[in-house]
T-cell receptor, first 109, second 115 residues
Framework: AQRVTQPEKLLSVFKGAPVELKCNYS??????LFWYVQYSRQRLQLLLR??SRESIKGFTADLNKGETSFHLKKPFAQEEDSAMYYC???????????FGAGTRLFVKA | KAGVTQTPRYLIKTRGQQVTLSCSPI?????VSWYQQTPGQGLQFLFE???????NKGNFPGRFSGRQFSNSRSEMNVSTLELGDSALYLC??????????????FGPGTRLTVL
């Protein structure tokens, strides 16, 4: 079964501290993996996708096929990073996207 | 370009009624996906349309249906509403698919409350 698991509902860190949002997936095949972010009063938007291997707003995510994980990391959290983060998986054809339950990140001053 | 628009933004219905929600994708986008967002279940995939054809469907009862028109605008319909259908319904559009090389752009959502 296709599944995306985000074990933490809430993650609270201090400004300047490293942050890691965990994501594990279950998929029989080669999935496409994404992180989406929703800032307060804004629409859900794509943060990054694994195929691009890019860093967006200081965030990176590495796909670990052995551990079936796609954790999101940032070395120094900023207050403006406070938001809801969703890990998502798309099937090979891209016709269906499965989202995790989301992790609310709160960065304290 | 104008973003994804959804109408109406808010709806209040009673149990047993039916409801139709509308989504207008970004100009040029042909793929439209629908999601149900609730505090308990998070974002759950409902269905995806491309060129008026449903390509995939999530695990929802047959009361949930949708369609896409030739101009790529999409509607979803929920019949015989239940209290548990109260949710934020999100629509997302992309050029051809929601896969690796394509980006889904989300609308603001329609907040449905069933009393």
């Amino acid at each position: 079964a296709q599944r995306v698991t985000q074990p933490e509902k809430l993650l609270s860190v201090f400004k300047g501290a490293p942050v890691e949002l965990k994501c594990n997936y279950s998929y029989s095949g080669s999935p496409e993996l994404f992180w989406y972010v929703q800032y307060s009063r804004q629409r859900l938007q794509l943060l990054l996708r694994h195929i691009s291997r890019e860093s967006i707003k200081g965030f990176t995510a590495d796909l670990n096929k052995g551990e079936t994980s796609f954790h999101l990391k940032k070395p120094f959290a900023q207050e403006e990073d406070s938001a809801m983060y969703y890990c998502a998986l798309s099937d090979t054809g891209g016709f269906k996207t499965i989202f995790g339950a989301g992790t609310r990140l709160f960065v304290k001053a | 370009k104008a973003g994804v628009t959804q109408t109406p933004r808010y709806l209040i219905k009673t149990r047993g009624q039916q409801v139709t929600l509308s989504c207008s994708p970004i100009s040029g986008h042909r793929s439209v996906s629908w999601y149900q967002q609730t505090p308990g279940q998070g974002l759950q995939f409902l269905f995806e349309y491309f060129s008026e054809t449903q390509r995939n469907k999530g695990n929802f009862p047959g009361r949930f249906s949708g369609r896409q028109f030739s101009n790529s605008r999409s509607e979803m319909n929920v019949s015989t509403l239940e209290l548990g259908d109260s949710a934020l319904y999100l629509c997302a559009s992309s050029l051809v698919a929601s896969g690796a090389t394509d980006t889904q752009y989300f609308g603001p959502g329609t907040r449905l409350t069933v009393l």
